[in-house]
């Protein structure tokens, strides 16, 4: 099946600092990207979607300016979290979605990232 | 209104046991809809897509009903491997549309 990585797996930060966090598709080429975030005991929540050379589309109440997102070529796609805080400590997770091939139908989810803040 | 929305349980059960899990949505456009399983601190894993004809894969039974916009689950013969969190989960197309989760619920296959 589809292998979609993540980088760091978790990552602990000071407050103000800056994170980025990698999702890679690893044996497809993935026109979409999406991102997720969960907070504990809670659902996941799209951030936003991502195509490869395009702008991304934010979903309402996130920040563009906080999350930047780079989804610069098929198999590559970047979230920054700027200026990170505590209240931004979640599990981030990435899927990545084809629209052809023997993957269409399912998106694929990177392993997650757990960003701690301190 | 939540546009996904579960049971979150806990549901506790001995192992050997059949338990059902239902999920209600709100987009009547959804078009796709899957049962995804989550382990503790681990992404999502499909378990299944669910189909108007309703579909089985071993012990595991899912059945839509569009006109309801209700989804179900049946785990028969329940594992201790089963213990997780069973997402709802529906999209309003296929493959490059966003997925939208319910909350979960959590089962636990005690011994």
């Known amino acids: 099946g589809a292998v979609v990585s993540q980088h760091p797996s978790w990552v602990i930060c000071k407050s103000g600092t800056s994170v980025k966090i990698e999702c890679r598709s690893l044996d497809f080429q993935a026109t979409t990207m999406f991102w997720y975030r969960q907070f504990p005991k809670q659902s996941l929540m799209l951030m936003a979607t991502s195509n490869e050379g395009s702008k991304a589309t934010y979903e309402q109440g996130v920040e563009k300016d906080k999350f930047l997102i780079n989804h610069a070529s098929l198999t590559l796609s970047t979230l920054t979290v700027t200026s990170a805080h505590p209240e931004d400590s979640s599990f981030y997770i990435c899927s990545a979605a084809t629209s052809g091939g023997r993957f269409l139908d399912e998106q694929y989810f990177g392993p997650g990232t757990r960003l701690t803040v301190t | 209104r939540k546009e996904v929305e579960q049971d979150p349980g806990p549901f506790n059960v001995p192992e050997g046991a059949t338990v059902a899990f239902n999920c209600t949505y709100s987009n009547s456009a959804s078009q796709s809809f899957f049962w995804y399983r989550q382990d503790c601190r681990k992404e999502p894993k499909l378990l299944m897509s669910?189909?108007?004809s309703g579909n089985e894969d071993g012990r595991f039974t899912a059945q839509l009903n569009r006109a309801s916009q209700y989804i179900s689950l049946l785990i028969r013969d329940s594992k201790l491997s089963d213990s997780a969190t069973y997402l709802c989960v529906v999209s309003l197309n296929s493959g490059n549309t966003p997925l939208v989760f319910g909350k979960g619920t959590r089962l636990s296959v005690i011994a």
């Open positions: 669910v189909y108007s």
